[in-house]
T-cell receptor
């Protein structure tokens, strides 16, 4: 157990809908990263937050947004969902968010868009 | 932005043999190269990492080598065991889209250790 929690574990929804994925980082970690892992694909970096502020952005679609709250948990919002958004979404956390330190991954949220 | 290529995509070895996975990267300014192991249905976990001021790092049966000139790095697993079977991802900390330096992952290698 990495200490990073994600909810829900599984999510099934329909095209056009909106969902929110939640992540709680390890105690003491200030940075949260979001990744998308599609079937047979690697991990695609989406976005990073550090202590409540956006620090880096990857290939995140405009339909997706995220935020980190004062208690450091983070939410990833996916809207106008398409079939191709079906994937495993991981969040990871690290202490300082420099990108040169260990990132601890949560168990992931498996999203299925029908 | 950074581009990381990983080979092979699948690798089968006999128990006790060695396994080597190779990655190349494009951003010459990349300075941090971790390797993650992902077992089926589980989260990725860091197994070893190397920084650009070091050429080789070893941790028991696992070693990583880095060639900055050629922009490639490799994972070596010796005396493989069935529990080494998993997907292995390399990554490089380079420029992602925009100006931020973040991890770019390779596409993964499915390692199968045959008993």
């Amino acid at each position: 157990d990495s200490g990073v929690t994600q909810t829900p574990k599984h999510l099934i929804t329909a095209t056009g809908q909106r969902v929110t994925l939640r992540c709680s980082p390890r105690s003491g970690d200030l940075s949260v990263y979001w990744y998308q892992q599609s079937l047979d694909q690697g991990l695609q970096f989406l976005i990073q937050y550090y202590n409540g502020e956006e620090r880096a952005k990857g290939n995140i679609l405009e339909r997706f947004s995220a935020q980190q709250f004062p208690d450091l948990h983070s939410e990833l919002n996916l809207s106008s969902l398409e079939l191709g958004d079906s994937a495993l979404y991981f969040c990871a956390s690290s202490v300082e968010g420099t990108g040169e330190e260990t990132q601890y991954f949560g168990p992931g949220t498996r999203l299925l868009v029908l | 932005g950074e581009n990381v290529e990983q080979h092979p995509s699948t690798l089968s070895v006999q128990e006790g043999d060695s396994a080597v996975i190779k990655c190349t990267y494009s951003d010459s300014a990349s300075n941090y190269f971790p390797w993650y192991k992902q077992e089926l249905g589980k989260r990725p976990q860091l197994i070893i990492d190397i920084r650009s001021n070091v050429g080789e790092k070893k941790d028991q049966r696992i070693a990583v080598t880095l060639n900055k000139t050629a922009k490639h790095f490799s994972l070596h697993i010796t005396e493989t065991q069935p529990e080494d079977s998993a997907v292995y991802f390399c990554a490089a900390r380079g420029i992602s889209s925009g100006s931020a330096r973040q991890l770019t992952f390779g596409s993964g290698t499915q390692l199968t250790v045959l008993p």
